[in-house]
Each structure stands twice: as structure tokens, then as C-alpha cells.
């Protein structure tokens, strides 16, 4: 069993940056995936960004491609979101997801394991 803790999310202007992280625990999270995921009110989840163990491979959906980057410290079992150049669209409750194997996915029914969210809200 793995367990999640978001945290860093909060109110902020847009154009500014926050960083989101992701604790882990429980288990080893060795080898495994790690993704973030957001949801807006009245939409549905949607996926962000995700990297494998290795950190070879990093994935962004194209809405945030330029302005976000995840990154994870395999050592500390967290991973990281820094997003930079908010905008008023990036508001939404975020989700750090583990994946049940090391491959990297956009899709949700990949990932086993999933934090509680944190919010972010970008103001005009």
C-alpha cells in the first residue's frame, strides 16, 4: 500500500509559479511511475504530467508543456510539480497518482494509488 500527501497548493496571482509536492509512504515506490493530475469544478479529471523511476521519461499534456515540470527525489520518495506562468484556466484541485508498474501514462486507470488533492486558484 502506498500512501500520498499532496501539498503546496494555495491562492495565487496569475503569471506566478507554485511548486506541489508529493510525499510517499508505506512502501517503496521503487521502479514505479509517478503522475499529477488535476480537476477543475464541473469538469472532469484530466491528466498533467508524469515521469518514470529513471526520470528518462517525462510526459506533459499540451496545456501546460513550457510552463510545468515535474521532477521527483527517489531518495526523499517525493515527487514534485513546479508550475510556473499560472493562468486563471490552471485552477483546480491537483492529484499526485502512483502507478501500479514503471511504465509512464496520461491515463488514470494506470495509476493504483492516489493522494488526497491539493488546491490551487489562480486569481486574475
Known amino acids: 500500500q502506498v500512501q500520498l500527501v499532496e501539498s503546496g497548493g494555495r491562492l495565487v496571482q496569475a503569471g506566478g509559479s507554485l511548486r506541489l509536492s508529493c510525499a510517499a509512504s508505506?512502501?517503496?515506490?521503487?521502479?514505479?511511475?509517478m503522475g499529477w493530475f488535476r480537476q477543475a469544478p464541473g469538469k472532469e479529471r484530466e491528466f498533467v504530467a508524469a515521469i518514470t523511476w529513471s526520470r528518462g521519461t517525462i510526459y506533459y499534456a499540451d496545456s501546460v508543456k513550457g510552463r510545468f515540470t515535474i521532477s521527483r527525489d527517489n531518495a526523499k520518495n517525493t515527487v514534485y510539480l513546479q508550475m510556473n506562468s499560472l493562468k486563471l484556466e490552471d485552477t483546480a484541485l491537483y492529484y499526485c497518482a502512483c502507478a501500479a508498474g514503471g511504465g509512464i501514462s496520461s491515463y488514470g486507470s494506470s495509476y493504483a494509488y492516489w493522494g488526497q488533492g491539493t488546491q490551487v486558484t489562480v486569481s486574475s
Open positions: 508505506g512502501r517503496t515506490f521503487s521502479g514505479l511511475a
